[in-house]
């Protein structure tokens, strides 16, 4: 159906109202009609194409808000008036009234309502720090989001768990952030900056010692500003992808620079077929609390087609030898919607990963970005038609096994525009994933494509320094990106 679908709209709203419009046809092109020409001339009627409307029609006491939709022959069309003023408020008016239409027409809803940002929980921080109690926050998200009261349930409880370690905020506590940009192969569902070794490998000795050259240049501001470290996060790509020798000079030089006093450090240790004992025996002896290996799924079959250079044997070989080097805060990463994979396929990955009992299990949607190798293929890689029962299937596992839900995002051209949440036995809340997702703590990135957030706490502002993406490019200029990071830096903590 591509090229096939047409927006008309009267307002500045456009994108709102295409946003919910891709939540049901998917990542269709949407083309933009002058309104006025859409009126006069009915021709544009006469195609096999879906036509939608947007129309705002303004009044003395608010907004009268009209979404229809044609498609051949077949036409329907939805308004509601709304005592609105603010432009968040009518965006939102854009956004309630066509999703009622395309829910009606298609009917169909989704868990989410019309939220299609990736952060669903600052709404509810907001409204508690208001002073809105529990069931107050549940019917504004039902009434005001057409939110499910299931999502709105587990919003509120997420919420009041991330609060005590968000509050209070500290604007001279940070995160540290360490980005290695290289696996052993790409999997292919994977958009993130990844660089298989068998291609990139002659690169990763001077991209340390860029990484490292960045993280010594900050670290005197950091020094300056009296900055206290937090958490520490390793991630990538596949950390674990760097051989022993470079692992071990990384961890080092992160343990320097960071390491006194911090409350959480963690290195992900992702690809199964990485994890060696000399690697965990570095990790420990440079005091990682935390680490995630993450098989994805537990059936061979399906991590053959995903790319996964490893089996569930080496999975829960590489668990076993984590637990003996004496690791007790372990994640496990499980990807729901892989390609071919049902109820049955979880069931059983389900049931693997008790008989391992991890700490912590964080549940991904599966989500098709332009930059995976599985783009071309979104309609047989990821719409199985079965991820709402699989995430309950997943909830309910996590309760049985005493963990509850800690932290949770959505990202764009999920299945199901459902969400990312992760569970975990108490205790074992992940700090640095609650401060990165709710963004009430600066941090600071280091590596290609990491991206450093200042949080100017007091103008409710973020703001963003994101680093080269091309591993060439990044060690070129590195320079160039410290001197942009210094200088955002700068201008938060020197009015601090």
């Given at each position: 159906m591509n090229g096939m679908m047409k927006l008309a709209v009267n307002h500045d709203y456009a994108m709102e109202a295409a946003n919910i419009i891709r939540m049901f046809y998917g990542k269709e092109q949407i083309d933009h009609l002058d309104f006025e020409a859409l009126e006069n001339n009915q021709s544009f009627f006469l195609v096999e194409e879906i036509i939608l409307q947007s129309i705002i029609?303004?009044?003395?006491?608010?907004?009268?808000?009209?979404?229809?939709?044609?498609?051949?022959?077949?036409?329907?069309?939805?308004?509601?008036?709304?005592?609105?003023?603010?432009?968040?408020?009518?965006?939102?008016?854009v956004k309630l009234t066509m999703y009622k239409l395309l829910s009606e027409f298609h009917n169909r809803t989704y868990p989410w309502g019309i939220l299609t940002g990736i952060r669903p929980l600052k709404i509810v921080h907001e409204l508690m720090d208001k002073g809105y109690h529990e069931k107050q926050i549940e019917a504004f998200m039902q009434n005001n989001y057409l939110v499910?009261?299931?999502?709105?349930?587990?919003?509120?409880?997420?919420?009041?768990?991330?609060?005590?370690?968000?509050?209070?905020?500290?604007?001279?506590?940070?995160?540290?952030?360490?980005?290695?940009?290289?696996?052993?192969?790409?999997?292919?569902?994977?958009?993130?900056?990844?660089?298989?070794?068998?291609?990139?490998?002659g690169l990763v000795e001077d991209y340390l010692s860029a990484l490292m050259y960045e993280m010594e240049q900050t670290q005197a501001l950091m020094n300056k500003y009296k900055l206290k470290v937090q958490t520490i996060y390793i991630g990538g790509g596949t950390p674990t992808s760097l051989n022993e020798e470079q692992l071990d000079r990384l961890l080092s030089k992160a343990c320097t620079l960071y390491g006194d006093g911090i409350e959480e450090f963690t290195c992900e240790a992702g690809r199964p077929d990485s994890i060696t004992e000399g690697k965990l025996r570095v990790m420990k002896q440079r005091g990682v609390t935390?680490?995630?290996?993450?098989?994805?799924?537990?059936?061979?079959?399906t991590l053959e087609k995903i790319g996964r250079a490893h089996s569930v044997e080496e999975t829960v070989r590489s668990f076993q030898l984590a637990r003996k080097m004496g690791f007790d805060n372990i994640n496990m990463d499980i990807i729901l919607g892989l390609p071919g994979e049902g109820v049955e396929h979880l069931d059983k990955t389900l049931r693997d990963i008790e008989k391992l009992q991890p700490e912590s299990l964080t549940v991904h949607t599966m989500a098709i970005k332009r930059a995976s190798i599985m783009n071309e293929n979104i309609e047989s890689a990821a719409k199985?038609?079965?991820?709402?029962?699989?995430?309950?299937?997943?909830?309910?596992?996590?309760?049985?096994?005493?963990?509850?839900?800690?932290?949770?995002?959505?990202?764009?051209?999920?299945?199901?525009?459902?969400?990312?949440?992760g569970y975990?036995?108490?205790?074992?809340?992940?700090?640095?994933?609650?401060?990165i997702i709710e963004e009430?703590?600066?941090?600071?990135?280091?590596?290609?494509?990491?991206?450093?957030?200042?949080?100017?706490?007091?103008?409710?502002?973020?703001?963003?320094?994101?680093?080269?993406?091309d591993i060439r490019l990044y060690i070129a200029r590195i320079d160039e990106q410290i001197s942009k990071k210094l200088q955002l830096l700068d201008e938060l903590y020197k009015e601090l």
């Amino acid at each position: 159906m591509n090229g096939m679908m047409k927006l008309a709209v009267n307002h500045d709203y456009a994108m709102e109202a295409a946003n919910i419009i891709r939540m049901f046809y998917g990542k269709e092109q949407i083309d933009h009609l002058d309104f006025e020409a859409l009126e006069n001339n009915q021709s544009f009627f006469l195609v096999e194409e879906i036509i939608l409307q947007s129309i705002i029609d303004i009044q003395d006491d608010g907004i009268v808000v009209k979404a229809a939709i044609q498609y051949g022959t077949e036409k329907r069309e939805y308004k509601e008036a709304y005592s609105v003023s603010t432009v968040k408020q009518k965006k939102e008016a854009v956004k309630l009234t066509m999703y009622k239409l395309l829910s009606e027409f298609h009917n169909r809803t989704y868990p989410w309502g019309i939220l299609t940002g990736i952060r669903p929980l600052k709404i509810v921080h907001e409204l508690m720090d208001k002073g809105y109690h529990e069931k107050q926050i549940e019917a504004f998200m039902q009434n005001n989001y057409l939110v499910s009261i299931e999502k709105a349930l587990l919003a509120v409880e997420i919420a009041a768990i991330e609060r005590n370690f968000i509050y209070p905020v500290d604007s001279k506590k940070v995160s540290i952030y360490i980005g290695i940009p290289f696996c052993p192969t790409r999997c292919h569902y994977c958009s993130f900056t990844s660089n298989s070794l068998k291609t990139c490998g002659g690169l990763v000795e001077d991209y340390l010692s860029a990484l490292m050259y960045e993280m010594e240049q900050t670290q005197a501001l950091m020094n300056k500003y009296k900055l206290k470290v937090q958490t520490i996060y390793i991630g990538g790509g596949t950390p674990t992808s760097l051989n022993e020798e470079q692992l071990d000079r990384l961890l080092s030089k992160a343990c320097t620079l960071y390491g006194d006093g911090i409350e959480e450090f963690t290195c992900e240790a992702g690809r199964p077929d990485s994890i060696t004992e000399g690697k965990l025996r570095v990790m420990k002896q440079r005091g990682v609390t935390r680490i995630s290996i993450n098989p994805q799924t537990m059936n061979d079959e399906t991590l053959e087609k995903i790319g996964r250079a490893h089996s569930v044997e080496e999975t829960v070989r590489s668990f076993q030898l984590a637990r003996k080097m004496g690791f007790d805060n372990i994640n496990m990463d499980i990807i729901l919607g892989l390609p071919g994979e049902g109820v049955e396929h979880l069931d059983k990955t389900l049931r693997d990963i008790e008989k391992l009992q991890p700490e912590s299990l964080t549940v991904h949607t599966m989500a098709i970005k332009r930059a995976s190798i599985m783009n071309e293929n979104i309609e047989s890689a990821a719409k199985q038609g079965n991820t709402p029962e699989m995430m309950k299937l997943t909830a309910a596992f996590a309760r049985k096994q005493n963990m509850h839900p800690y932290y949770l995002y959505r990202q764009k051209h999920m299945v199901e525009n459902l969400e990312n949440i992760g569970y975990c036995k108490p205790g074992y809340e992940c700090i640095y994933n609650i401060q990165i997702i709710e963004e009430k703590q600066t941090n600071i990135a280091f590596g290609a494509d990491a991206i450093t957030k200042t949080i100017f706490v007091q103008e409710n502002r973020i703001e963003r320094q994101g680093n080269i993406k091309d591993i060439r490019l990044y060690i070129a200029r590195i320079d160039e990106q410290i001197s942009k990071k210094l200088q955002l830096l700068d201008e938060l903590y020197k009015e601090l």
